[in-house]
């Protein structure tokens, strides 16, 4: 198994089980949850979230930041983008404030690229980009989803999260999850991403469960 599914697991792991244990407290199950939920339980910690209209190469370059001084910490992201990359980014800043923000790093500046930074060497990112599809997709809301066999259009628009991270997460859950070749997980997760194998999604999603209804101590109680 690689360095970044190694990661992926033990970060997903740990972001789905916060998550899962926060559905909990706050009544919610697999078929009612929505992100802002998450967004607002770990915003009551303090985090300002606030839109900002970037001008000039900023608007074109920085999707996001987050910055903690002694006065308060906030959540700046551009304005200026579509909804779901909105989504994306603020839930990235906040794993970023949950994991990452600390008195040595107190500002994480994040780009397109970073939003799309998939490696382990460069930790922080690759944990904020896992982390952000877990608020907006949890896992075990991804694996109820997929044994409705619902389209990726659907799931899309529903949790909004954009069809390119649903594809993602599909290609780096079935790499950690099964040690599936690259080219094979590719292949499975564009089958299903282009709606023309309905009985895959069903089938990975039962065997997703397989893997986290004994590691993640919530699961039962959410679905």
Do not use: C
Request: no cysteine.
């Amino acid at each position: 198994m690689s360095i970044e599914s190694d990661e992926y697991l033990a970060f997903s792991s740990k972001i789905n089980e916060f998550i899962s244990a926060n559905m909990l407290g706050m009544n919610l199950n697999v078929n009612s949850y929505k992100y802002n939920y998450i967004w607002e339980e770990i915003a009551k910690r303090k985090v300002n979230i606030r839109s900002f209209p970037f001008e000039k190469s900023a608007r074109r370059s920085i999707s996001g930041m987050i910055v903690r001084d002694s006065y308060e910490t906030t959540l700046a992201y551009n304005a200026n983008m579509s909804t779901k990359r909105k989504n994306f980014t603020i839930s990235h800043e906040l794993i970023h404030y949950l994991y990452h923000l600390n008195d040595e790093n107190n500002m994480f500046t994040d780009t397109k690229e970073t939003l799309a930074y998939s490696l382990a060497d460069l930790l922080p990112e690759f944990q904020a980009n896992i982390g952000a599809s877990s608020i907006l997709l949890p896992e075990p809301v991804l694996i109820n989803e997929l044994k409705k066999g619902t389209s990726p259009y659907f799931i899309s628009e529903k949790y909004g999260i954009s069809e390119q991270a649903i594809y993602m997460r599909l290609l780096q859950q079935m790499q950690a999850s099964f040690e599936a070749s690259y080219h094979a997980a590719s292949n499975t997760a564009s089958k299903i991403m282009n709606g023309n194998s309905k009985r895959l999604a069903i089938d990975l999603g039962k065997n997703l469960e397989q893997k986290i209804i004994y590691s993640n101590p919530f699961y039962e109680a959410i679905i």
